[in-house]
């Protein structure tokens, strides 16, 4: 099989569990109007109380929907489904990471992240499917293979999960005050630029004043690259003013298509040409990941080559020294060695970041503890 032959070029075909009646968290608050238009007889700022209670107040049943009335939570109750994932295991790392593996309602695994930041909030990395479509070589993740996406209310009930979690956390421990997740990153499993119909209704709820209310500035989404899925992000302002991450993590076509087979459908120059084409704002905000692979993609020439590729697209540069995980053929490159090549890339004219290794002590490497899940 040639390389080529890896790459899932056209999106994933696995269809999502179908539920008997539709659920009401997968659905956009246009959609949702619509849906209440159709099957629920009343007034129309229904659709807008079901909407929060559903995204801002997290409801878990339609019972608690109290400013509805009896028999409008019963019709609910029979027309609509609304599920919920299941926490599984949380795991607390030694700087305050906390991993989460919550479970799909079928018995997969997924796993997401809460990173404390430096206001006094906290990041979560979510995931976006079970398994993912691509194969790059370093990812955990990968290595499940593509088992399925998620549904948009399994990637929204993830904040909400680790919301409420957090909630518990803080009465149980009479603390003063609840930890808020202030932002969110689709860098947990999955290529989330093939899951594009869920990640996009998704976005359109965590953005939702009157839903979770985040900010589309404090939400970025991750790509390894589908380059017709970065157009269509920048044509359709895909969630208000939502940023991109792309994962470059080399510098040459040679070792990309190595490390990330998807650059042999879409090399290093078209890729860069999609966010060149970028609307100005959302181009402004790219970052460029680069994982870095010791003697693989670490070299002063790869430095050299970043600042040459980057210069003119505007964009960051976030160095992630690459996180070891059992099986991986890489390693990850000794802090020196970090150090020199983030000092040659800003000597080059980037401005750099670097990802401080996070949770290492209870594997919050991508991909890793749902990979335990899913055995
Ligand atoms: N599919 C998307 C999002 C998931 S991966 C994407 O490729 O961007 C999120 C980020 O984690 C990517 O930048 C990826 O390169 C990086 N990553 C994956 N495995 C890693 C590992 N073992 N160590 C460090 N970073 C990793």
């Given at each position: 099989?040639?390389?080529?032959?890896?790459?899932?070029?056209?999106?994933?075909?696995?269809?999502?569990?179908?539920?008997?009646?539709?659920?009401?968290r997968?659905?956009?608050?246009?959609?949702?109007?619509?849906?209440?238009?159709?099957?629920?007889?009343?007034?129309?700022?229904?659709?807008?109380?079901?909407?929060?209670?559903?995204?801002?107040?997290?409801?878990?049943?339609?019972?608690?929907?109290?400013?509805?009335?009896?028999?409008?939570?019963?019709?609910l109750?029979?027309?609509?489904?609304?599920?919920?994932?299941?926490?599984?295991?949380?795991?607390?790392?030694?700087?305050?990471?906390?991993?989460?593996?919550?479970?799909?309602?079928?018995?997969?695994?997924?796993?997401?992240?809460?990173?404390?930041?430096?206001?006094?909030?906290?990041?979560?990395?979510?995931?976006?499917?079970?398994?993912?479509?691509?194969?790059c070589?370093?990812?955990?993740?990968?290595?499940?293979?593509?088992?399925?996406?998620?549904?948009?209310?399994?990637?929204?009930?993830?904040?909400?999960?680790?919301?409420?979690?957090l909630?518990?956390?803080?009465?149980?421990?009479?603390?003063?005050?609840?930890?808020?997740?202030?932002?969110?990153?689709?860098?947990?499993?999955?290529?989330?630029?093939?899951?594009?119909?869920?990640?996009?209704?998704?976005?359109?709820?965590?953005?939702?004043?009157?839903?979770?209310?985040?900010?589309?500035?404090?939400?970025?989404?991750?790509?390894?690259?589908?380059?017709?899925?970065?157009?269509?992000?920048?044509?359709?302002g895909?969630?208000?003013?939502?940023?991109?991450?792309?994962?470059?993590?080399a510098?040459?076509?040679?070792?990309?298509?190595?490390?990330?087979?998807?650059?042999?459908?879409?090399?290093?120059?078209?890729?860069?040409?999609?966010?060149?084409?970028?609307?100005?704002?959302?181009?402004?905000?790219?970052?460029?990941?680069?994982?870095?692979?010791?003697?693989?993609?670490?070299?002063?020439?790869?430095?050299?080559?970043?600042?040459?590729?980057?210069?003119?697209?505007?964009?960051?540069?976030?160095?992630?020294?690459?996180?070891?995980?059992?099986?991986?053929?890489?390693?990850?490159?000794?802090?020196?060695?970090?150090?020199?090549?983030v000092?040659?890339?800003?000597?080059?004219?980037?401005?750099?970041?670097?990802?401080?290794?996070?949770?290492?002590?209870?594997?919050?490497?991508?991909?890793?503890?749902?990979?335990?899940?899913?055995?």
């Amino acid at each position: 099989m040639g390389t080529t032959d890896l790459v899932a070029i056209r999106p994933p075909q696995h269809g999502l569990p179908k539920p008997d009646r539709p659920d009401l968290r997968s659905m956009d608050r246009e959609e949702l109007g619509q849906w209440v238009a159709e099957s629920l007889p009343g007034p129309a700022f229904r659709a807008t109380q079901i909407f929060e209670w559903l995204h801002r107040h997290r409801a878990r049943s339609f019972d608690a929907m109290t400013n509805l009335g009896q028999a409008v939570r019963a019709t609910l109750s029979r027309s609509a489904s609304l599920g919920g994932l299941a926490v599984d295991t949380v795991q607390q790392s030694a700087d305050g990471t906390r991993k989460l593996r919550l479970r799909t309602n079928d018995g997969h695994a997924i796993e997401s992240v809460l990173i404390p930041n430096e206001g006094r909030g906290l990041t979560q990395c979510i995931s976006s499917m079970v398994g993912c479509s691509l194969t790059c070589r370093f990812c955990a993740t990968a290595t499940l293979g593509f088992i399925r996406n998620l549904a948009t209310w399994e990637i929204v009930d993830q904040v909400y999960e680790a919301q409420d979690m957090l909630e518990r956390q803080a009465t149980a421990e009479g603390a003063q005050w609840t930890p808020r997740i202030t932002n969110v990153v689709f860098m947990g499993m999955g290529e989330p630029l093939h899951n594009y119909q869920q990640v996009r209704r998704a976005l359109a709820i965590l953005t939702d004043e009157r839903g979770a209310g985040i900010a589309g500035r404090r939400i970025t989404v991750s790509t390894a690259g589908l380059v017709p899925a970065i157009e269509r992000f920048g044509r359709e302002g895909l969630g208000h003013e939502v940023g991109l991450a792309i994962s470059l993590n080399a510098t040459t076509d040679e070792v990309r298509d190595r490390v990330m087979p998807i650059n042999t459908r879409w090399n290093i120059a078209r890729l860069l040409e999609a966010v060149r084409g970028l609307p100005s704002p959302k181009r402004r905000r790219v970052t460029f990941e680069y994982v870095l692979l010791d003697g693989v993609n670490d070299d002063p020439d790869d430095a050299r080559r970043l600042g040459t590729l980057l210069r003119d697209t505007g964009g960051q540069l976030n160095v992630i020294p690459f996180n070891p995980h059992p099986g991986a053929p890489f390693a990850r490159p000794d802090a020196e060695r970090v150090k020199t090549f983030v000092r040659q890339c800003r000597r080059g004219g980037l401005d750099v970041t670097v990802r401080r290794p996070r949770g290492d002590d209870i594997a919050a490497a991508c991909g890793q503890l749902a990979l335990e899940g899913n055995e």
